[in-house]
Structure formats: structure tokens, C-alpha cells
């Protein structure tokens, strides 16, 4: 059987293990849905696009991308608005960063069709996988890693593309802690930093692991030459509401370029909100935590979509961040639109949702 788009073969699960989930209680990526969409890259050409029951790939032990890192991901998120139709929330800023991440670790290109077709197909064949709940949304994974089969440091001529999601609930329950972190670091410039590639994460891992046996959760990262200037979160880009103003690092070649970082700039400006993108120095943060003009420091990315932060630690010192009042909070504020934007109760004057 073939769908509509592309003629992406369908090959249907044959039982859903939906009735097994519970979609009130829904950790963070354990669940998968029912169905997979994988194309490969063959011979110079994309083949065989096609949905198939979410299983087990069959791997060559000299699959390159696991010895050579070619290997990059993307993740976005879909939702239910009121009236039951499924939203993608700026699904083509994640294909124009994919394929960003692909000409910088020299993979090759997805071609538009293939991604949207690919995320289109997948996304009405487990349509009920989307979850309806507040908070919750059907996060969506879709990566790319090299396949050719050899030893030697080169880039390989055949890819797999493959997209999968996960029904999620909230991300972190708590405000977290961030530490600032000024011994190791995540990217440096002339680097991959603003990649979406697996090997970013895996090298944050251990400087992770450190931050939360000192009782953090995150680890807030420095610049790679002085530690002196605010990049980034794990999985979020940094934002601060101090002197009346949204003030966030410029993004660089050291910093991802996030899909929520720029909704919520367009989003604060067309409220009236001065925003400011430019280097943020930590010691500039820390004074004003101090002094009382830096309101509110929050992460924003897809998983969490907006995250205040409880804790700042930076050189043995844990600096609270003020308990904004609620409502007026410009964190909760962008939150709650977002929130509505994307389950349809506010107008989408921005254009960010792309009905599947
Ligand atoms: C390192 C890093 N920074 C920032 C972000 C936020 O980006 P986005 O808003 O596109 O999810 C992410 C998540 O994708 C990330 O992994």
C-alpha cells in the first residue's frame, strides 16, 4: 500500500500497543508509537521511503557513523488542538537545521520532501498517538546517521533517515538548578556547537554527571576561551528578564540556534519587549540576581518548552533566582501563549503551526 506523499510504502503494525500506555502518566521518551518512517540513502539517490511498525534495525558491526560520529537529530513536537487536529509546531526550522547539521558534518542533504513527506505520512497513521492532555504532546524524533561499512576516517556515501515519536508529558517537575560550569566545555568556536550532532551530547555527559553529584540538574556553559560568557543549557538556549528587558547570548557557531529561542524573541517583540542579543557575561547576571534587577533566567527548548530556573551556582556560591509572582511572570506569560497557540485557543498570528 502507498500513501498520498512521495509514494511512501505503508506497512502497517499489526496491533497498536497504544491500550498500553498511560496517557496520564507519560515519562519522557520510554514510549514509542506504533509506526517508524525510515528512507535510505543509496548510490547518490533517496530510496525506498516507507512507514513500518517502530522495530530493531539490522546494523553492520563497521557501520561508520558508530566509529566516525556522522550521525545528527532533530526534535520537535506535535499537538492536539480543541478541536482534535494535529498541529507541528515550525516543523520546517527543523528541516533547515537538519540539513545545517548535515553540510557541517559533511552528510549529505534531505530533500524537503522526504522530511515533510516522511513526518507527514508518519503523523496521520499514529494520529491517535498524539496526546490530547494539557502539558502533554507527541515529541518527534527524526535523525539521520551514515551506513557505509568500513574502517578508515571518511565520510560515507549511504545514509539512513529515520523518524520516530515518543507521547510526552511535562519535562522536569521542579524549577531546576543550573550550575555555571568554567572547567569543561561543550563547544568552542570553528566547532559543531551549533550542530544538532550525537557526539555534542554524549561529550556533555560527564561534566553533566559532575554538576548533579554537586546536587545540580544542568549545567549552564561558558564560552570555550575565557568562561566568562553564557552559551547555553543541555538542552535549552538561556534567556534573562533584567532591567525591563529579554536579554539572551547572540547566537554563534558555538551555540545551537533554538526553534523556541526564536519563537519567544518574536513572540516578547511583538508584545512591546525590548530584546536584547548579544554576549551576557556571567558576572553581569550574578550582579544583578544581586542587586535585584535580574527578575527571572529561564531555559527554552522543545522538551521544555519554558523553564525557570530555581538556582544559579557559580564558584561554590548557589544564587537564588527571585519566585516571580506567578501570572506576571514573563517566562509564564510566553508560556501560556505558546500553550494556546498551539492547542488553538489563541489566533496564530505568527504562522508557527503546521496543520498535519
Ligand atoms: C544544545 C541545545 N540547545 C538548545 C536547544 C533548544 O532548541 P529548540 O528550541 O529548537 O528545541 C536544544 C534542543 O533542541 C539543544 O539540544
Known sequence: MTTDLLNIELRKAEKSRLAEVDFNNLPFGKHFSDHMFVADFVDGQWQNPQVVPFDNFSLSPALSSLHYGQSIFEGMKAYKNEQGEVLMFRPLENFRRMNESAKRMCM??????????????LLRVDADWVPGTAGSSLYIRPY??????FLGVAPSKSYRFCIFTCPVGAYYTKPPKLKVETEY???APG?????KCAGNYGGALYPTLLAQQEGYDQIMWTDAVEHKYIEESGTMNIMFYMNGKLVTPATSDSILKGVTRDSILQIARSWGVEVEERKVSIDEVIQGIEDGTLLEAFGAGTAVVVSPYS?????????MLPEVAEENSLSKRVY???NDLRTGRV?????????V
Open 185 to 187: 566545555i561543550r563547544s
Open 336 to 338: 501560556k501563549f505558546l
Open 311 to 319: 538556582v544559579i551556582g557559580y564558584k561554590g556560591k548557589d544564587y
Open 108 to 121: 549529505t542533504t534531505i530533500p524537503e520532501e522526504i522530511f515533510m513527506g516522511g513526518l507527514e505520512t
Open 144 to 149: 539521520m546517521f551514515a551506513t557505509d561499512t
Open 347 to 355: 489566533e496564530d498570528t505568527f504562522g508557527f503551526m503546521y496543520k
Open 191 to 195: 566547532g559543531v556547537g551549533y550542530a
